[in-house]
């Protein structure tokens, strides 16, 4: 069999010794010595380039902070395309439109109706709700068809009644189709 | 030289003196383990490939849907609500660590660790394929650039990168979804230029580590293989050798020689170039490669197997070898506390969920003749069918009436639902603030959840 007679490396032992304990004196493998030179090139560059480049990556905040300005003025886009497109005939026109009144129905009876009652009448089996019936002629805070969707968008004027400002969940449009499915419910004599 | 480097224990054999790399290359060898660890090594390598495209529930049934922050796991699905999930995973797979290493040291890292799987039994083996044996590889090393060795390493390498490749579009798929991935990869790369990234990121990673990183991973990267170093104890069964047995070493003609012919077939198959026959060292990692060489030659010199074979330091010294010990019955009564802690919050995870919320805007409203408060019930369903939930409230004072469900609550698949709900009793019958709890029996899954808020109002003695 063989005897494997090569020196298997030289390995010195350094000469001082600090309690006892001695150190022997061994190369770091060169890949590890190469990553640590380049960090050090890369740290010069990398700081230089901070500083003095306009290039930035966006912290966490200005990334956010943008996704939101970008969200809000898509928001504010739709809404005046659509407020520039409605007025109160556009409006009626919706609600004779089944495929506007099925969209508002259903957001009407998930949100909308608790309050003001399944069928606009503000009541749930003689039992009085806190919202004002819908389904007849006598409108506290306007008439008009865009004057529902204000109170709608804002909320009610009078805070003690418990009517939020649907603008924070629902987007313009959808604002509309509810307003739409309420005119349907009008009696049509109604102009 | 043509013949492995000879290791010591002041020195990492793959190290050089001046700090240049010596690459290993060992020798070819077969035995039990061998073909148990080829044969694990497929198993893992298949889960890891096929996974992906294994439908369960709709989904595949490893997919985590970065994008959607949703987590497909065998049919189950997880929001990012259920996150602390990951708290039980990782600190029981850290445990598992643990608990497995103190028992049989470090057979994660010869066995299953993927590093192990994909340069054993993938990229060395392709290397062995086109390169040769042991011998032949270390002389093509030193050899000239002949027109043989530029084709030969020019296919091994191209090899090694379509491989890279493949297995790093896999992982993406776990992220991105294997339908999804096609999609990409029909597209620009710019259009998904997160995945591209990553995805070449790996490729360069994964070739670079096994083509010639190898087991410098091992020895000096990984923090595991330190960990489970510092983990064993005398009891821990790892690989070693019988000195009792086998020294002194001389041939095998020799009457007062132990059984160690002094073959080195043990130091010429380890992968991390160490000489097990100098005892435990760091660099082990449990391959069982030295076991099988020398059973081999155990065989062929009439010898009994096991002169290097799993053992505890103790039972290697000779003395009895014990599983069952203080440490480990210590690590089983945790288990066996995770396990039940584990269990008992993994039953409140269901396949829906049920929030209910003050609405926005005052905490109640009073009028003439009722006290209102305005609630909002958050429904959201994490299966990919759709969900029915059944309502039922809690016992409410006399004439409390509640509008805003009327009938089963449908909630399309994987979607959620916003209602408003308003509860309102008569001002006579409010004395004080009690608790409205919505209970609701959810189908699919019949199980029911449950949710309560405080039904508020003014004091009493304003009402009067």
């Known amino acids: 069999m063989n005897k494997d007679e090569k020196p298997s490396g030289e390995v010195f032992l350094r000469e001082h010794e600090f309690d006892g304990i001695q150190e022997y004196d061994q190369k770091l493998p060169n890949w590890w010595l190469f990553t640590f030179y380049i960090a050090i090139v890369f740290f010069v560059f990398g700081w230089f380039a901070y500083y003095q480049l306009p290039l930035r990556i966006q912290s966490d905040a200005e990334r956010i902070d943008g996704e939101i300005a970008l969200i809000e003025m898509k928001k504010s886009v739709e809404l005046n395309s659509l407020m520039a497109s409605l007025t109160d005939n556009s409006l009626f026109e919706m609600s004779r439109d089944p495929s506007h009144l099925t969209t508002g129905q259903g957001i009407f009876d998930g949100k909308c109706a608790p309050c003001h009652g399944a069928d606009l009448s503000a009541k749930l089996g003689g039992i009085a709700l806190p919202g004002l019936p819908l389904n007849d002629a006598e409108w506290k805070y306007g008439s008009k068809p865009l004057e529902i969707m204000k109170i709608v968008t804002s909320g009610s004027p009078d805070i003690t009644k418990g009517m939020i400002a649907w603008s924070t969940q629902l987007s313009p449009s959808e604002i509309a189709q509810v307003v739409a499915y309420i005119l349907s419910h009008q009696p049509k004599e109604v102009p | 030289m043509l013949t492995s480097k000879k290791p010591n224990l002041e020195s990492v054999t793959s190290i050089n003196a001046d700090g240049s790399r010596y690459f290993i290359h060992p020798a070819d060898v077969s035995g039990n383990f061998t073909v148990w660890r080829r044969v694990f090594g497929a198993l893992l390598l298949a889960v890891y490939v096929l996974l992906p495209w294994i439908p369960a529930g709709g989904y595949p049934a490893v997919f985590f849907d970065l994008a959607g922050r949703r987590f497909h796991f065998f049919g189950l699905t997880f ?50 394929l086109i390169d040769g044996d042991a011998f032949a590889r270390r002389s093509l090393d030193q050899s000239a650039w002949t027109f043989s060795k530029t084709s030969k390493r020019i296919v091994k390498h191209t090899l090694y990168l379509v491989v890279s490749l493949i297995l790093a579009h896999i992982f993406v798929s776990y992220f991105v979804s294997i339908p999804r991935l096609y999609g990409y990869m029909q597209e620009s790369p710019l259009n998904n230029a997160k995945a591209f990234g990553v995805m070449l990121f790996l490729t360069g990673a994964l070739y670079f580590s096994f083509s010639w990183f190898r087991e410098q991973f091992c020895l000096i990267l990984c923090p595991y293989g330190r960990i489970q170093s510092a983990l064993t104890d005398d009891d821990t069964v790892v690989i070693g050798y019988d000195e009792l047995r086998g020294e002194p070493r001389g041939k095998k003609s020799d009457p007062n020689a132990g059984d160690c012919i002094n073959c080195s077939r043990c130091v010429q198959v380890c992968p991390t170039g160490i000489d097990i026959r100098n005892g435990l060292q760091m660099e082990c990692i449990g391959c069982a490669a030295c076991i099988d060489a020398c059973n081999e030659v155990m065989d062929k010199t009439s010898r009994p197997r096991g002169l290097v074979r799993y053992d505890s330091m103790n039972g290697l010294a000779g003395k009895v070898r014990r599983y069952w010990r203080p440490r480990i019955m210590l690590y089983t009564a945790m288990l066996c506390l995770g396990l039940a802690v584990a269990g008992l ?37 994490k299966q990919n069918a759709e969900t029915t939930f059944m309502f039922s409230t809690n016992e409410l004072p006399a004439g409390a009436v509640v509008s805003g469900i009327d009938g089963p609550v449908p909630v399309s698949p994987g979607g959620g639902k916003m209602l408003t709900v308003i509860v309102q009793i008569p001002l006579e019958s409010y004395t004080e603030s009690f608790d409205v709890t919505f209970e609701a029996t959810v189908n699919p899954g019949d199980f029911v959840l449950s949710d309560s808020v405080k039904f508020l109002g003014p004091s009493k003695y304003l009402l009067q």
Not at chain 2, 364 to 376: K, L, S
């Open chain 2, 345 to 381: 919050f993994l039953t409140g995870l269901h396949s829906a969920k049920l929030e209910l919320v003050r609405f926005p805007g005052a905490p109640y409203y009073v009028t003439e003749t009722t006290v209102r408060n305005q609630f909002r019930l958050h429904l959201v369903t």
């Open chain 2, 79 to 128: 929001l990012s609500e259920d996150l602390w999930i990951g708290f039980f995973l990782l600190t029981g797979l850290g445990f598992s660590l643990f608990y497995v290493t103190a028992l049989f040291g470090r057979l994660w890292c010869g066995w299953a660790c993927p590093f192990t799987v994909f340069l054993e039994q993938v990229y060395r083996r392709i290397e062995r």
